[in-house]
């Protein structure tokens, strides 16, 4: 009986601890703390400082000057075609010969003309001369004198005529060969051998000099930072070179709102006339609003940085960037000048966190 006792004693123990195992199981866990720990980051006072800057453009190439060589003459056909396409050429040298073969007869007969009033005029100056010498002894009326110095003023002005005929005989042979006006490349060429040519019909089209420009096209709220004389960076499928600005022109496209700048490129450099290219123009230090590149975040595809409050939370903001020039992030828009910002840290943050500020740059 006794033994019952203990039994019954230990195996009631035994659920009062298990009761008590159960209702300890059956508490709520205590809450958890309500205060989140503030990021620590470094920030910087955004302020306007010099910032390199770089204009960008695009366009189409084309000739300085395109020379287009036409005809001096007309009704003559083409015997041969001694340049083509792609051709380098210089002043001077012979592109077409046309038939000369009448202007030839023609300068000859001039020739022969010149040498009949010559002779005339020696005829005639002979004869003034005795004329002269025997009005001197008094055997000559001085009409007849009179007579013979008219006669050898007559033939001087036949000799006057007859080699200004020769001149315009002799120049308009010369026309038939038809030679480059300036040095350059052939772009273009429409003279075909056997061809009866027109007075002032196009024969070739050449670029001048071999020089080819840039027609860049700039937005009208850059034009005013772009002057002649600025180095240019001009790439494009074929290649890239150096290039200088050449003029930048004073009228604005009323409809794109683009101004122009001519873009002088080297002798040699690969662009051709009709090529796209781009450029990129140095227009030196200008005033800006500019970041560290570590404080440009981006949320949603869009940069932006965080802005602090006098609380010390910060703020998303997105900003729009512009050139990148050791280290920094020129800012267009979004940013004013005073506004304290995250400079590293910002890619922890999310919009409204308080932080810590450890260091600020001033």
């Known amino acids: 009986m006794r033994d019952f006792s203990r039994a019954t004693l230990a195996v009631a123990a035994v659920l009062l601890v298990a009761g008590v195992g159960v209702a300890g199981c059956g508490q709520k866990p205590a809450a958890a703390p309500t205060n989140k720990t503030a990021l620590t980051v470094t920030a910087a006072v955004v302020e306007t400082t010099p910032l390199n800057r770089t204009v960008n453009a695009s366009g189409t190439v084309a000739a300085w000057q395109e020379v287009i060589v036409a005809s001096e003459t007309g009704g003559l056909n083409i015997t041969a075609v001694l340049v083509d396409e792609g051709s380098h050429v210089r002043e001077g040298q012979q592109l077409i010969q046309l038939d000369d073969r009448v202007l030839r007869a023609q300068v000859r007969q001039s020739e022969a003309g010149v040498a009949s009033a010559k002779a005339v005029l020696a ?26 110095v008219a006669n050898e003023k007559t033939a001087s002005a036949q000799v006057l005529t007859a080699e200004a005929g020769l001149g315009e005989a002799q120049a308009k042979l010369s026309q038939a060969s038809v030679r ?25 089209r050449l670029v001048r000099d071999d020089q080819v420009e840039l027609n860049a096209q700039i937005p009208e709220a850059d034009l005013p930072y772009v002057h002649a004389g600025m180095a240019a960076s001009v790439h494009g499928p074929q290649g890239s070179a150096t290039g200088r600005v050449r003029v930048v022109t004073p009228q604005v496209d009323p409809q794109t709102r683009l101004g122009l700048a001519r873009i002088t490129l080297p002798v040699g450099s690969p662009f051709r006339p009709g090529n796209f290219a781009t450029a990129s123009i140095d227009v030196g230090a200008l005033p800006a609003l500019s970041v560290p590149e570590g404080a440009v975040v981006y949320r949603d595809g869009k940069p932006g940085v965080y802005t602090l409050d006098a609380n010390n939370r910060a703020h998303f903001t997105p900003i729009v960037t512009g050139n990148r020039l050791n280290g920094m992030v020129q800012v267009t828009a979004g940013l004013q000048s005073g506004t304290r910002i995250v400079t590293s840290g910002g890619g922890f943050l999310s919009d409204g966190d308080h932080v810590s500020v450890v260091a600020a740059i001033r």
Not at 123 to 148: I, N, P, V
Not at 187 to 204: C, Q
């Open 180 to 204: 480059a006006p300036v040095s350059g490349l052939i772009t273009s060429r429409t003279a075909v051998k056997g061809n009866v040519i027109n007075v002032g019909a196009e024969l070739f």
């Open 123 to 148: 005829q005639q100056s002979a004869a003034l001369k005795r004329a002269q010498e025997l009005k001197a002894k008094g055997f000559l009326a001085q009409s007849a004198l009179d007579t013979a």
